[in-house]
């Protein structure tokens, strides 16, 4: 029996090395007959490249504006990197970019490490898997972005009104001056975290409201206040997970593993409850009620309670930090450059005058005369989030692996004009954050906050804040491509950038001044313009590697009597 085992064992080996050395062969062959050319490498330094790893981790400024920008300038928009086992192609050129994301899209895929970091929390969900199963997956999530639900302002506004009754002293319509500070991140990501589990699930977790509750994550009843209070927290301590298990990969053990499983676990037994609930109240049901997007998606087909929270976690993470994102980093952007809150303030109350301000009602203002498709009219508006989406994409940095041999069209050779070869399995890595600031493509102001460039297009394939290709994000195409005198027929495709339109527009309509409550004022001594700019937004300190958000960043706003 033993004899038999060795021979097995033996046979294995040598497939393995008989595949290895016929994978090698080929890789040979296709760089001996072609013009493929190796990228710059970054400089190892240490055994294994250790002391690179160690200078990053050291890294006590900003990774992106400090240690990887100094990295892009060293060894050009692309360049490889090999230390410690990781052995990366790293890009952030537009042709490159869009043959992983378009012209070459079969041939890359989400790969090892995005499935093993992620999985505990999103499961076999739109961001983690391939081929036919992400073809699934896309096509049951699209019917939940058709118009209908992307265009309907109200549930957006009964939230938005939580966070003008904590801004305004006992929500008084006579009340002026300026707010106590607010922190821009907290704020956002509680408002979106509400509108998103409210449009998932059908009842919101009221983050906002259990703001200052206290409850420890670990010792979950069965209560449903309960579940809901520690919903929020459960799920960003997950998220946090994700970027652990993604940077630390197979050493992730050693980083809170039981507080991450624990988070985990939190939030699969939430999203339990929820399903539960959805099929006691019997909402698949009822007719003339608006359905939550779990409940459409099983009246649509067949799910299994592992299915449904996977499908659940996925729509959190696209509707929510997204939006949190592009809310918190237009309103830091807009307390810095007053001038262009004047402009863009000027311009929303010519589209959606104060005067025409809807009665308050007992549940509110109604959000009857802001429509999707007047904020699309609104030129200026989306010029400005278009702008605040080129500085600070919310995924700043995408991970690829190559499905099998293929080549990207650019950065190989002293020039960088010649294509590299990309073996099966190579991991690819682009960062959308520096290709929206080659100043070369954008102009010598790349890094000022200028939303009057969109008055004319981007560059092709300069400009991806939320992927592109077939893997374009649901709630974005249509914002980003169409003209902006566009049709008001929305298809299917604006969920996130549409509530952030109605958002900026309701709150500028209320206040007509923002200030950042600390302010650092290093742009004082710049001479120009674009220089002072590049130096306010260098000031808006930024968390996330994977998720771009604000840190630490407190505001005001002013209210003026007749607001």
Same mark, same amino acid.
């Given at each position: 029996m033993a004899?038999i ?5 033996a046979?294995?080996?040598l497939?393995?090395?008989?595949r290895?050395?016929t994978e090698?062969?080929k890789?040979r062959?296709? *760089?001996?007959?072609?013009?493929f ?5 970054v400089q190892s330094?240490?055994p ?15 990774? /992106?504006?400090g240690?990887l920008?100094?990295q892009f ?11 410690l086992g ?7 050129q537009?042709e ?9 899209f079969?041939s890359?895929?989400p790969g090892k490490i ?19 199963k992400?073809?699934?997956a896309?096509?049951? /999530?699209r ?5 209908s639900n992307?265009?309907d302002m109200?549930?957006?506004?009964r ?9 305004i002293?006992?929500n008084d ?13 907290s ?7 509400d509108?998103?589990t ?7 977790v ?24 520690g919903?929020?927290?459960a799920f960003d301590v997950?998220l946090?997970?994700?970027v652990? *298990?993604m940077i ?5 053990? =050693?980083?809170? *593993?039981?507080?991450?499983?624990s988070?985990?676990?939190f939030v ?15 909402l698949?049901q009822?007719?003339?009620t608006k359905?939550?997007f779990?409940a459409? /998606? ?11 929270h996977?499908y659940s976690t996925?729509?959190l993470?696209a509707s ?10 237009t ?9 262009i809150l004047e402009?863009l303030r000027s311009?929303?109350?010519s589209?959606?005058p ?10 509110g ?9 007047? =904020?699309l009219?609104c030129?200026?508006?989306?010029w400005?989030?278009?702008?605040v989406?080129?500085?600070?994409p ?8 190559a ?5 990207l069209?650019?950065g190989?050779g002293?020039?960088g004009?010649?294509?590299i070869?990309?073996?099966?399995d190579? =991991? ?7 290709m ?5 493509i ?7 906050f200028?939303?009057?460039r ?8 300069a ?6 290709g077939?893997r374009?994000c649901?709630?974005?195409k ?9 049709s008001?027929n ?13 958002v900026?527009? *309701?709150l500028?309509?209320?206040f ?5 409550a600390h ?11 674009s220089?002072?700019s590049r130096?306010?937004v260098r000031?808006?300190?930024?968390s ?9 960043f407190?505001v ?8």
């Amino acid at each position: 029996m033993a004899r038999i085992h060795v021979v097995l064992l033996a046979c294995i080996a040598l497939f393995y090395i008989f595949r290895r050395l016929t994978e090698g062969c080929k890789l040979r062959k296709l *760089r001996q007959s072609s013009s493929f050319r190796n990228p710059p490498r970054v400089q190892s330094r240490g055994p294994l490249g250790i002391y690179n790893v160690l200078e990053r981790l050291r890294f006590r400024g900003d990774i /992106l504006d400090g240690y990887l920008a100094r990295q892009f300038e060293t060894y050009g928009f692309t360049h490889e990197i090999k230390e410690l086992g990781l052995h990366a192609i790293i890009t952030a050129q537009p042709e490159n970019v869009r043959a992983i994301l378009s012209t070459d899209f079969e041939s890359f895929g989400p790969g090892k490490i995005r499935k093993r970091s992620m999985a505990p929390l999103l499961g076999e969900g739109l961001f983690t898997v391939d081929g036919e199963k992400w073809k699934h997956a896309r096509n049951m /999530l699209r019917p939940l972005f058709v118009k209908s639900n992307i265009t309907d302002m109200a549930l957006v506004q009964r939230h938005l009104e939580r966070i003008l009754a904590h801004a305004i002293p006992d929500n008084d319509p006579a009340w002026s001056g300026w707010t106590e500070p607010v922190d821009l991140k907290s704020l956002f990501e509680r408002f979106t975290m509400d509108t998103a589990t409210e449009s998932i699930f059908g009842r919101s977790v009221d983050s906002q409201l259990w703001a200052q509750a206290s409850f420890p994550m670990g010792e979950v009843d069965d209560s449903a206040a309960s579940m809901t209070q520690g919903f929020a927290r459960a799920f960003d301590v997950s998220l946090v997970g994700v970027v652990v *298990r993604m940077i630390t990969g197979r050493l992730s053990f =050693l980083f809170k *593993r039981r507080k991450f499983r624990s988070a985990f676990s939190f939030v699969q037994q939430y999203v339990s409850l929820q399903v539960h609930r959805l099929l006691k109240d019997d909402l698949l049901q009822q007719e003339g009620t608006k359905k939550p997007f779990l409940a459409v /998606l099983m009246e649509a087909e067949t799910l299994n309670e592992t299915q449904l929270h996977e499908y659940s976690t996925n729509l959190l993470i696209a509707s929510r930090n997204t939006t949190a994102a592009l809310l918190s980093f237009t309103f830091a952007l807009l307390s810095l450059h007053p001038d262009i809150l004047e402009k863009l303030r000027s311009a929303i109350l010519s589209t959606f005058p104060v005067d025409g301000h809807p009665a308050r009602t007992r549940d509110g203002f109604s959000s009857s005369t802001i429509t999707a498709e007047k =904020l699309l009219q609104c030129e200026y508006l989306q010029w400005v989030l278009r702008e605040v989406l080129r500085l600070f994409p919310p995924i700043p940095i995408t991970g690829v692996e190559a499905k099998k041999h293929t080549a990207l069209p650019l950065g190989g050779g002293e020039d960088g004009e010649a294509p590299i070869l990309i073996p099966k399995d190579q =991991l690819v890595i682009f960062f959308p954050y520096f290709m929206h600031r080659r100043r070369d493509i954008w102009g010598d102001d790349a890094e000022s906050f200028r939303p009057e460039r969109w008055a004319k297009s981007p560059p092709s394939w300069a400009y991806v804040p939320f992927s592109g290709g077939p893997r374009t994000c649901l709630g974005s195409k249509f914002f980003l491509f169409a003209p902006l005198q566009a049709s008001p027929n929305i298809a299917t495709e604006q969920y996130a950038l549409i509530h952030a339109s109605y958002v900026v527009t *309701r709150l500028l309509q209320s206040f007509s001044r923002i200030r950042p409550a600390h302010p650092t004022n290093n742009w004082l001594s710049a001479e120009t313009e674009s220089e002072r700019s590049r130096l306010k937004v260098r000031s808006i300190r930024k968390s996330g590697f994977i998720s771009l958000s604000v840190r630490n960043f407190q505001v005001q706003f002013w209210k003026d009597e007749s607001s």
